[in-house]
């Protein structure tokens, strides 16, 4: 029987654990972690019963051990850790941001197609269940779609109290709320309806100027204490669009919305129905037409074929964020023993994201409509 994929991981706070938990899942032996801060990484080690930490994510990324290298660092560190694991011949997951430039991202792909790697970004979301039903029935049911719209709206930033190393342009790059979340919905509209963003117009808010600089993991409380200072990225962006296909779309992205935890939720209206889909309740998908307004349960033994293999829980035993994750990572391992899943996001998906995010900043520094190349 061949050895079980050796996996490392670079970066070990919010999602790096979210990594490790759903490698061991998918059978793959972790091979060990890096992190920022020697303490919490030894924490974290602890925690995730890894027995290994590697002196730097660098010497993680070309160690002779590892099979594959998933990148969960700050922003930053994506572009040259990914370089660096391709260039050794690993297979590669790296969180989005893919890169924090286009032309990085665009360099990343045309190395890992060279090099014949497995190169995969998460975005998970298009891992729910019923996302996958949704993708169906637009495809099988829908007719021309007029509009596309939706939010993906936080509240993790909502104070000047908060703080991540997102906030620094340095670490996070140019965009932050959009690069962070709104890339996320727009791969996920793209991916369910099969049009493509052509064009967009946006304005981007910063609604904190200044923030206090503290020291905390995403989505935790400030530890308190910390400097006063200048804030230069979005918090908050709003965006207008067209797509190839011919519908009209908007978006609203927020990270300073109180009480919205992770609200990504999109409505397709399309000539024969709509579908509507929130990410706080991936047990159900909604499917509209003039005469009936229907709510699909994620249920395998009635969902179609392509949705029923995401729900690996009976209906009513709710599935959410970590079984998507969960999946996609499975797959991208099926993907290592050349299999094709169907789905799965590649590096060729983190460039879209990454161009999607620069004609969105552009766009609202010219205050113009912007095309995607
Ligand atoms: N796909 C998704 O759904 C998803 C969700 C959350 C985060 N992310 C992405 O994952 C990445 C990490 O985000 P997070 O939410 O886990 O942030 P986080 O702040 O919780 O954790 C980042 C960790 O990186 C560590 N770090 C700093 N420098 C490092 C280095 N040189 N080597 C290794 N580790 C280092 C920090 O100590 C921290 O523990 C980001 O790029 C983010 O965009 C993706």
Redesign the pocket.
């Given at each position: 029987m061949p050895h079980p994929l050796r996996v490392a991981v670079?970066?070990?706070?919010?999602?790096?654990a979210v990594h490790v938990r759903a490698a061991r899942l998918a059978n793959a032996e972790i091979i060990g972690i890096?992190?920022?801060?020697p303490a919490?990484t030894r924490a974290a080690a602890a925690a995730l019963h890894v027995d290994r930490i590697f002196e730097s994510?660098e010497a993680l990324a070309i160690d002779p051990d590892v099979d594959l290298v998933h990148i969960?660092?700050?922003?930053h560190?994506?572009e040259p850790l990914a370089r660096r694991a391709i260039e050794a011949g690993k297979h590669v997951i790296c969180?989005?941001?893919l890169a924090t430039t286009a032309s990085g991202a665009a360099d990343l792909v045309r190395l890992a197609a060279q090099a014949g790697v497995v190169a995969a970004v998460?975005f998970?979301y298009r891992f729910n269940a019923v996302v996958r039903e949704a993708r169906v029935r637009i495809a099988r049911d829908a007719g021309p779609i007029h509009l596309i719209h939706g939010t993906y709206l936080q509240d993790w930033l909502a104070s000047p109290d908060d703080y991540?190393?997102r906030v620094d342009r340095a670490l996070g790059g140019q965009s932050r709320a959009f690069a962070?979340i709104g890339s996320h919905w727009c791969d996920l509209v793209e991916f369910v309806s099969g049009h493509r963003i052509a064009r967009v117009s946006a304005r981007t808010v910063t609604a904190f100027p200044e923030r206090l600089r503290g020291e905390s993991?995403?989505f935790q409380r400030p530890s308190g204490g910390g400097q006063r200072v200048r804030v230069e990225g979005e918090d908050a962006a709003v965006v207008i669009f067209e797509t190839d296909g011919g519908a009209a779309g908007s978006l609203i992205v927020s990270q300073v919305s109180q009480g919205r935890k992770n609200r990504l939720w999109f409505e397709i209206d399309a000539r024969n129905l709509a579908v509507a889909f929130d990410e706080e309740d991936t047990e159900r998908l909604w499917v509209g037409t003039r005469d009936r307004q229907e709510t699909v349960l994620r249920d395998p033994s009635s969902l179609s074929p392509a949705a029923a293999r995401y729900a690996t829980l009976p209906a009513g035993h709710g599935q959410g964020y970590g079984d998507a994750f969960n999946a996609f990572v499975a797959d991208t391992f099926a993907a290592v023993r050349g299999e094709s899943p169907d789905g799965l996001p590649t590096f060729a998906d983190g460039l879209r994201a990454a161009r999607i995010t620069e004609a969105v900043l552009q766009s609202a520094a010219s205050r113009s409509w912007v095309d995607i190349p």
């Open positions: 670079a970066g070990v706070g919010f999602i790096g890096s992190g920022g801060d919490r994510s969960c660092t700050p922003n560190m994506h969180e989005k941001p998460p998970v991540n190393w962070d993991n995403a």
